[in-house]
């Protein structure tokens, strides 16, 4: 690794003719909100593959809404130290792994009827 020497390159700044350059605040900006959209994503609910199947063949759609309440169930699991979750929405249930923020399989009101849920370590009803 390279020395720098703070004394050389303060001088340099100190003594440059140049004014300060407009694009490295802007990139600090960009920077910004480019770390804000990770953090975000971050915060984001994914569903696996298997999640995104059950979906679409039983068609059960999602709105914003239920989508907010998965997202306020996840960050109660998470409060709560839940790492597999069963979520629990009106007519429909969610199996979620939540330190992967992944919803992993969906059920309708029709398969809720007399089935058993396993490998899981607590359940968020909303």
């Known amino acids: 690794m ?14 440059s003719s140049k004014p300060l350059n407009n694009n490295k605040i802007s990139s ?9 959209r990770i ?11 298997h999640a995104l199947e059950r979906l679409n063949r039983r068609e059960m759609d999602l709105t914003n ?11 109660r699991a ?5 790492k597999d979750a069963l979520i629990l929405m009106e007519d429909k249930a969610f199996i979620a792994s939540i330190n992967n923020k992944t919803i992993i399989t969906t059920v309708n009101k029709e398969q809720l009827k007399e089935n058993i849920f396993t490998n899981i370590d607590g359940a968020v009803i909303i």
């Open 65 to 75: 809404e239920e989508m907010e309440k998965l997202k306020i169930a996840f960050n």
């Open 39 to 49: 953090q975000n994503r971050d915060e984001e609910i994914k569903f696996s593959k």
């Open 2 to 15: 390279n020395k720098i020497d703070v004394r050389q390159l303060e001088n340099r700044l100190i003594n």
């Open 78 to 82: 998470e409060d709560k130290g839940i």
């Open 28 to 36: 600090n900006k960009d920077f910004h909100q480019i770390l804000n």
